[in-house]
């Protein structure tokens, strides 16, 4: 995986808790490269840089924002725990173009298998923004990655529908269906289809 160092100059920053999920934005500016977005953060929001771990620009190159052990600025209330990835557009206005989407994929997948990570949210997910953007091929991207992982689970102790479900971007209903569930009552040890 070919990261691109910027060597991006941050004020103090906050080790981040853990690394559970990745949640994805677009920079809302067609041209905007990883230093605009940086310059915008650091002296238009007065935050101490860019706020995404890395940014993905048309072309499919992937620039480094802030370290990953790092807390973001991209998502308020899910810092801690998140890892940042904006992609250069406007997808209100315009499609993502294939060599930038691959890339998503790319870091995405990588980033998942360095840190278990079974969670990928648009911005719009966790929060009430249109990040990042209605063009934004969001559902194909979360597809494209979680079809590589394993497409069973196995129940354990105080494990619920509710909590495997969200860990696997799937509704309760969704679950309960693929697994021909009349309740909601689970057993340890017990294999549950994902897809």
């Known amino acids: ?100 989407k691959q890339s998503v994929i790319k870091l995405c997948k990588y980033l998942c298998s360095k840190y278990n990570i079974k969670i990928i949210k648009g911005h719009k997910e966790l929060s009430s923004t249109d990040c990042p953007g209605t063009n934004y091929p969001l559902s194909e991207i979360k597809n494209n990655i979680l079809s590589s992982r394993s497409l069973t689970y196995t129940v354990k102790k105080g494990d619920t529908l509710w909590a495997i479900s969200r860990k696997y971007n799937l509704s309760v209903s969704q679950l309960k269906a693929l697994n021909n569930l009349s309740s909601e009552i689970i057993y340890p040890n017990q294999m549950l289809k994902l897809k």
């Not at 100059?9 to 940086?38: E, I």
């Not at 002296?43 to 924002?65: E, L, M, Q, V």
């Open 1 to 100: 995986m070919k990261i691109i160092e910027t060597n991006l100059n941050f004020g103090p920053l906050s080790h981040r808790s853990s690394t559970k999920a990745l949640v994805l934005h677009h920079a809302q500016h067609k041209t905007w490269n990883v230093y605009d977005v940086h310059a915008f953060h650091k002296n238009g929001r007065h935050w101490s840089g860019i706020g995404y771990h890395f940014f993905i620009d048309k072309n499919g190159h992937i620039f480094r924002g802030r370290p990953e052990n790092v807390m973001g600025a991209h998502c308020l209330h899910h810092n801690h725990y998140t890892l940042g990835i904006c992609v250069q557009g406007d997808y209100m206005q315009e499609c993502m173009p294939a060599a930038q």
